[in-house]
């Protein structure tokens, strides 16, 4: 099976270590902080550890993976001699391209998969199952190829695109939204008694700022005439949406309408089924049997605790027209179900 080095073992390194350990290739780990590539070699993301970068390389790994915060990117590809392919997994493109000019066979590359917590004991092999990957269009097509297929044998779906495009795309819908979600917490704080109040969408919407501060700073600075252009477009929007409010005519209305359709257009319609936990043992032992017994396809799952422990609701996403039988399923073993 083909060796990978790994440069970075945090949270999206130590993933990929950890489904291409699975699908048993050989890794080879390097982090600037030792204890991040020992807890992976503990874990078994990694087969070994390499003292660095240098002894790395040495190793001759068919592929090496750079998978560090977008400076430390810049200065590790900018420094690399190779004619293994390198790629990287930032979520800023363009400096990075530009750093592995050099290469023979630099591919840049960016999984479109995260979650708020950092670090290898967060790692998981199972983390870009069904995620779109952006991978860079370039010259080097033998190179590239490599890519997508160790891409797919980590189970997301590769999509072809130009660094530009790519790092406009991020500013809107991930860059963005990330400032989103501060700007609406901090908006929350001049209400006193609002956050008591903060159900469902407005934990959904600012979820991403539990995320480390540090790192996003140093993505939105990398990335920032993208997401000043983006931070405008909005700005138009809420333009649009406070003369829609004023006007007298249906502005509004169809304004959230359009709105509605484009994010149906996101993915496949679904119902959803709220169900009441208590704060006691077996209660999601008992949703696990509902599931089973009504043979419902579960398109996504959300938990809303209650502010100070004692249990909360649980929505469960299915396909349309399977909600009753979920419904009746969830009561046969003791559940109530909420409006």
């Known amino acids: 099976m083909p060796r990978v ?3 970075g073992t945090g949270l999206v390194g130590g993933s990929i270590a950890a489904g291409l350990t699975e699908a048993g290739w050989e890794v080879v ?39 560090a915060p977008p400076k430390a990117t810049v200065e590790i590809v900018s420094g690399l001699v190779t004619d293994a392919i390198v790629m990287d997994v930032t979520g800023v493109k363009t400096p990075v391209v530009r750093a592995g ?7 840049g590359t960016h999984p479109m998969a995260g979650r708020e917590a950092s670090g290898p004991r967060t790692a998981s092999s199972a983390l870009f199952k069904g995620a779109s990957w952006v991978v860079i269009k370039g010259s080097h097509t033998s190179a590239t190829d490599k890519v997508v297929e160790l891409i797919q044998t980590l189970g997301a779906n590769p999509v072809l695109m130009s660094a530009e495009a790519h790092d406009d795309a991020v500013a809107a819908v991930s860059h ?28 959904d919407l600012t979820r991403v700022a539990s995320s480390q501060p540090l790192p996003w700073v140093e993505i939105l600075k990398s990335n920032r005439n993208a997401v000043l252009g983006a931070i405008e477009a909005l700005r138009e929007q809420l333009d649009t949406v406070e003369a829609a409010i004023e006007s007298d005519d ?27 936990l208590a704060d006691e043992p077996g209660e999601i032992a008992k949703v696990g049997h509902a599931l089973e017994a009504s043979h419902v396809d579960v398109r996504d799952i959300q938990m809303r605790h209650a502010p100070h422990g004692g249990g909360g609701v649980l929505t469960l996403s299915v396909r349309p027209g399977e909600e009753e039988a979920l419904r009746h399923a969830l009561a046969d073993v003791g559940l109530v179900t909420v409006p």
């Open 176 to 203: 963005l939204p990330h400032l989103l979600a501060a700007s609406l917490l901090g908006s929350t704080a001049r209400i006193p008694e609002a956050l008591d109040l903060a159900a469902g969408s407005f934990r």
């Open 250 to 276: 249906d502005a509004l209305l169809t304004y959230l309408s359009e709105s509605r359709e484009v994010r149906r257009s996101l993915g496949a319609p679904v119902a959803a089924v709220r169900v009441a």
């Open 101 to 107: 000019e050099h290469l023979v066979n630099f591919v």
């Open 29 to 67: 780990g390097y982090d600037a902080d030792p204890e991040s590539s020992a807890i992976a070699r503990e874990r078994g993301l990694i087969g070994s550890i390499a003292d660095s970068i240098g002894s790395l390389v040495s190793a001759q790994p068919e592929i090496i993976v750079v998978a």
């Open 5 to 7: 080095g790994v440069i």
